[in-house]
């Protein structure tokens, strides 16, 4: 017997392309992670923003520059500014005995 060709099956090659090559703007944003710790505990900033009175914080960000911030009634406000690679953890230390300005009262 002998067999027959199959028909050939029509390809939605608009729905492979537009999942291989989304478009710029909806392509999620490079992320990396901050691991922040500070001694004592301090008031901590992330780019302006509180995330609390703590010694230790840990905060997925997007890749690029970010600003980090400690405040402690003991030491004038320091701030740190850290670039951070796509992918890439990055520790950010802070030992206020030893980099901060004490307050003079």
């Known amino acids: 017997a002998a067999r027959q060709p199959e028909a050939p ?49 840990t905060a997925p960000v997007t890749a690029g520059e970010h600003v980090i911030r400690f405040i402690h009634k003991n030491w004038q406000p320091l701030s740190r500014t850290v670039s951070v690679g796509s992918g890439e953890r990055l520790k950010v230390a802070v030992d206020l005995k030893d980099e901060g300005i004490p307050i003079k009262k």
Do not use: F, H, W
Request: no cysteine; hydrophobic share 40%.
């Open 9 to 57: 099956r029509a390809a939605d090659t608009t729905a492979a392309k537009e999942s291989v090559n989304p478009p710029s703007g909806s392509r999620p944003a490079a992320m990396a992670l901050l691991v922040i710790t500070v001694k004592p505990a301090a008031e901590i900033t992330l780019d302006g923003k509180t995330v609390g009175d703590t010694s230790a914080y």
